[in-house]
């Protein structure tokens, strides 16, 4: 019996979301989440997919991530899907950040975790949360393959020229600052299946994703390799999000800071937790904001004009940057499903070849569901809405790794 299955785990600060494939034909064996880890009242709900088995939930104390993996490993095995499954090929983890050091998915081994621990300081909510994690599987089963899958990788070959500030170099050396970007197993999906809509090899194809969620980031994808990205040393930089500033002046923080009396950790929070579509009208739900827009809310007019004018901005900034532009892809919560953001955020562009059919842009239903294309047929550059599966993408990059792949040395970070 051969071992085609793979487990993807994300592990947030107090939740771990799962998936299990089945790479032989890309099905999902079964899903769920464990959240409010650590607190009195912690849930996991599982769903098994393939059995077509009712949806479980279990609503007790996950004291640790440890606890929570436990309860999962437990319900996997009542499907018949348990940890020490010699189907299971290998578990896939979604690391945040990986740095300069982890240019592919990598096998994971003592050297390997002690780098993506040197890392924290880069991600400093999300690491630790996605190292427990690691950890823990571990333990459950030491003899399983556990590969890092990291949201930078993709990004890492951003020439220098577009990856570093204009910041004094020793400087921005000593500290690791430069611009990394974040959502890359997102983006490197969408940009090859928008390839894969056009018919052509992801070499062939320019193209520009617009990965819309409540964490918002553009990327340039120059011939499957990505160019340039919004996200830069944390995911704060770039376009207006649900609850983030996105692109501000540095000398706001410092304003803020020397006037205002501020604190770090509450300009963290005001440009992290309370600015962005929330900080602008109250609302980072697209679907409401956009309710209120037709009931002439000025509020919500602003923060959406705010947000697609960024948008545009972004959309002109990349064209200049690949030169040729074959396609523009939207995903994510709001890429996948808001119409009106899709249709306003792309106005006025038709001079650059870029128009949306507003049929198959409004389209409902079935003609609305998976990957498709919603500019007009002879448009010079398509339009695309493409359904993000980050899970997919983790789990391949990790079979391919410890089945045919060829796996990294242990021990060497690439
Ligand atoms: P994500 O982070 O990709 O899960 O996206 C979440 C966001 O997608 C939500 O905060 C909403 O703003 C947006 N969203 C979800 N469904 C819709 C919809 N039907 N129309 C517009 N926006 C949506």
Do not use: W
Request: charged content about 25%; glycine content about 10%; some cysteine.
């Amino acid at each position: 019996m051969s071992a085609t299955r793979v487990l993807v785990l994300n592990s947030g600060s107090s939740s771990v979301k799962y998936q299990l494939l089945e790479m032989a034909d890309g099905t999902r064996l079964a899903a769920g989440l464990a959240e409010r880890i650590g607190e009195r009242q912690s849930r996991l709900v599982h769903r098994p997919l393939a059995s077509g088995g009712e949806r479980r939930e279990r609503v007790e104390q996950f004291a640790d991530h440890g606890a929570a993996l436990r309860a999962v490993a437990e319900e996997l095995r009542a499907d018949g899907l348990g940890l020490d499954s010699p189907r299971l090929a290998a578990i896939g983890h979604r690391v945040v950040h990986g740095g300069q050091s982890f240019t592919r998915p990598t096998l994971i081994d003592d050297a390997v975790l002690d780098e993506i621990e040197r890392l924290v300081p880069l991600a400093p909510l999300h690491n630790p949360a996605n190292l427990t994690g690691i950890r823990t599987a571990q333990d459950l089963n030491p003899h399983l393959p556990q590969v890092a899958v990291f949201d930078t990788t993709f990004h890492t070959t951003v020439p220098e020229s577009a990856a570093r500030y204009a910041l004094e170099k020793t400087t921005a050396d000593e500290y690791l600052i430069r611009r990394y970007g974040f959502h890359g197993t997102s983006h490197a999906y969408v940009s090859r299946r928008t390839a894969a809509l056009l018919g052509k090899d992801p070499s062939q194809v320019n193209v520009i994703v617009l990965h819309l969620g409540n964490g918002a980031s553009v990327s340039a994808v120059e011939g499957g390799r990505c160019v340039e990205t919004s996200m830069g040393m944390t995911p704060l930089e770039g376009l207006v999000m649900g609850t983030r500033t996105g692109d501000l002046d540095p000398a706001v923080v410092l304003h803020l800071m020397r006037i205002g009396g501020m604190t770090v950790d509450e300009v963290d929070e005001l440009l992290n937790k309370r600015s962005g579509l929330a900080g602008l009208c109250g609302d980072n739900d697209m679907r409401e904001i956009r309710r209120r827009v037709e009931e002439g809310d000025e509020n919500a007019q602003l923060a959406f004009d705010i947000y697609i004018h960024r948008l545009k901005k972004y959309v002109g900034a990349y064209f200049a940057v690949l030169g040729r532009l074959d396609a523009v892809a939207f995903t994510a919560g709001v890429g996948e499903n808001s119409p009106a953001v899709r249709r306003a955020a792309l106005a006025g562009l038709e001079g650059l070849g870029i128009r949306v059919d507003p049929a198959l842009n409004e389209a409902e239903g079935a003609a609305a569901e998976g990957a498709r294309l919603i500019s007009p047929g002879e448009a010079r550059v398509a339009v695309a809405v493409v359904p993000t599966d980050e899970e997919l993408e983790i789990a391949q990059q990790t079979y391919a790794l410890v089945s045919d792949g060829e796996p990294q040395q242990r021990g060497e970070p690439a």
